[in-house]
């Protein structure tokens, strides 16, 4: 049975109920349509995800390995009211970035709503409480002003720059310190 995460996150006058649960096979359509998607091409990049037979494929050779050898993976967002599955929020460990990263994606029709900023921090949370990280980072591209906007809010500090090991591309480096992250969330 898939272990289903339920929250509200409150955000000024705007709560968004999600709930997260871990990527199985039967999303390869979601994360086809996410991979695909204009955003996801240019702010992350391309994973050769040409159909849903592809995003299988994805599932199964790099995210379910990523579970039994680390103990995480992506999880699907879901909103919570209307049981639509938005996105995925995960946990990573790659190379080119010391430590625990976050990462988000929504589909482009849910952008907007909150949703990265609902599910990130349950993922800093699993970082922190379940992994024992110190530090949490993420990484983003300059031109995604969202993402930037949405690890701000929840806390992250710009930090420079990283490249990674595949590529050429500076990322932007964002960190959070535990306990910068428990005086915040008390």
Known sequence: MLKILSFTRMDKA???PIQLRLVTEQDAPLLYDLMTGANW???IGDRGI?????????ILDKMHPEL?????????IIDAETKEEVGTCSLHNREGVEGLDVGYAILESFEGNG?????????????????????????????????????????FQHDGYVQLQKGNEQFKLYVLAKKE???NNS
């Open 14 to 16: 705007v709560a968004r």
């Open 41 to 43: 091409l240019s702010h």
């Open 50 to 58: 040409k159909t849903v037979t592809d995003a299988k494929q994805y």
């Open 68 to 76: 039994s050898v680390k103990g995480f993976v992506n999880h699907v």
């Open 115 to 155: 949703y990265a900023t609902a599910s990130a921090p349950k993922v800093v949370e699993l970082a922190i409480h379940t992994h024992g990280a110190e530090i949490v980072r993420a990484i983003t591209t300059d031109s995604n002003t969202g993402s930037c906007r949405v690890l701000e809010k929840i806390g």
């Open 181 to 183: 992250w428990k005086q």
